[in-house]
């Protein structure tokens, strides 16, 4: 397990279909965005690919150009509108909570901006050491080494290069883009059903009984 110069392990968490089910918030801010801007924009297929940060998800559906107001006043909107929206994933609330109980610092790595991201956490109540957002895939890895996390637990396969990057365990769960299969064949070293699961494996881990 690695360390951080404290002496305490960190465990790294994603926030979008990880820890935070986003996707009734992020729809109603993408129609609103849309409608303010006179553009169509389909919210289901937003969702389907959440993990990227906002500005690339803008990209396809408006000219370059436009993409940094467009994201500009999406951000605007997003904390009246997806925040009160935004719900636990199953199980979030119980990995958080394992890690902490065991004496373990708890870091959010996300591609959501880290306002956004606070925010968010803060509705949900869900208490964190640190946050870094408007990372993606092994941009990732650097915040995840420089908090000595041990594990980094996501749902995208971008979340699985971050772990490599950062020289962490990957710990998935399938329960945002991509089936445990899909998340197997690309390399993370452990796959979970959703975070109903994590505490498990977690106890085993830490005592050295998974390996991973």
Request: aromatic share 8%.
């Amino acid at each position: 397990m690695l360390w951080h110069p404290s002496g305490v392990y960190s465990v790294g968490f994603d926030l979008d279909l990880t820890l935070a089910d986003t996707r009734a918030g992020i729809t109603a801010a993408m129609e609103a965005l849309a409608l303010r801007l006179g553009v169509a924009i389909d919210p289901a297929v937003v969702v389907a690919r959440l993990g990227p940060p906002l500005e690339t998800e803008l990209a396809h559906w408006l000219p370059a150009a436009d993409v940094p107001a467009a994201a500009r006043l999406y951000r605007e909107m997003y904390a009246g509108i997806a925040v009160p929206m935004t719900t636990l994933m199953a199980g979030a609330r119980e990995a958080v909570d394992a890690v902490r109980a065991n004496g373990g610092r708890v870091i959010v790595v996300t591609g959501k901006n880290a306002p956004d991201a606070r925010r968010t956490l803060d509705a949900l109540g869900l208490r964190v050491d640190a946050v870094e957002g408007s990372v993606f895939g092994a941009e990732k890895g650097t915040a995840l080494a420089s908090f000595g996390a041990a594990a980094y637990v996501g749902d995208h396969v971008g979340d699985i290069a971050a772990a490599r990057a950062g020289g962490t365990v990957s710990v998935t769960v399938a329960t945002g883009p991509y089936t445990a299969g899909e998340l197997r064949d690309y390399g993370a070293d452990v796959v979970l059903a959703d975070l109903t699961h994590f505490g498990g494996w977690f106890d085993r881990w830490r005592t050295g009984a998974a390996h991973p």
